[in-house]
């Protein structure tokens, strides 16, 4: 079963405003991750956040991470075009001595020029 | 150079037959993966490697049978293709048994006919 669970499915806005994409997750994690997907490509790693941490910044990327709630979110600020792809957020449980990297459903986002 | 690279690109294939994809990753990663992603996106992990060794299979049919032959490359075999079997499927690396960052290949789009 999927471990994360992407909120909106879809999502379309405009250049120049921010996006907001949740992500929730079930069982506890190791660290938390969030990948883009353009269209007919493979994933690219945007950024990590571990499971003592609460928030971290990468340019126009902002995740933050709440582990009571379980969630976690990715924010993109001042979009471009260039930002339209799927966004999935994937969790790092420990299964003994190694991991396991589990995707979300994911999320599509649109910017509008 | 490429740091993760599978071929082929592309695979059409009739049912019943076998077929293999190749993965190569130059980072000096100890974990490599196989995910199956389906027309929903939706990405599943098949298997994951250490060192050559299987830590992961998920609830895979074994007419898939990964082969680490050293821990830079993950083959993936697949017997008596079924239309089910149609996907992209992507060979990943990454760091730390898992615990860090996964570096992705182009994905092989599979299509049996």
């Known amino acids: 079963s999927q471990q994360g669970e992407e909120d909106p499915q879809a999502l379309s806005i405009q250049e120049g405003e921010n996006a907001t994409m949740n992500c929730s997750y079930k069982?506890?994690?190791?660290?938390l991750q969030w990948y883009r997907q353009n269209s007919g490509r493979g994933l690219v790693h945007l950024i990590l956040?571990?499971?003592?941490?609460r928030e971290k910044h990468s340019g126009r990327l902002r995740v933050t991470l709440d582990t009571s709630k379980k969630s976690s979110s990715l924010l993109i600020t001042a979009s471009r075009a260039a930002d339209t792809a799927s966004y999935f957020c994937?969790?790092?449980?420990?299964?003994?001595?190694?991991?396991?990297?589990?995707f979300g459903k994911g999320i599509t986002l649109s910017v509008r020029p | 150079d490429t740091a993760v690279s599978q071929t082929p690109k592309y695979l059409v294939t009739q049912m019943g037959n076998d077929k293999s994809i190749k993965c190569e990753q130059n980072?000096?990663?100890?974990?490599m993966y196989w995910y199956k992603q389906d027309s929903k996106k939706f990405l599943k992990i098949m298997f994951s490697?250490?060192?050559?060794?299987?830590?992961i299979n998920e609830t895979v049919p074994n007419r898939f049978s990964p082969k680490s032959p050293d821990k830079a490359h993950l083959n993936l075999h697949i017997n008596s293709l079924e239309l089910g079997d149609s996907a992209v499927y992507f060979c990943?690396?990454?760091?730390?048994?898992?615990?860090?960052?996964?570096?992705f290949g182009q994905g092989t789009r599979l299509t049996v006919v």
């Open positions: 990943a690396s990454s760091q730390r048994r898992g615990a860090g960052e996964a570096f």
């Open positions: 069982t506890s994690i190791n660290n």
């Open positions: 956040i571990r499971s003592n941490e």
């Open positions: 994937a969790t790092v449980q420990s299964t003994g001595a190694n991991s396991k990297l589990t």
């Open positions: 980072l000096g990663h100890d974990t």
């Open positions: 490697y250490n060192n050559k060794e299987l830590i």
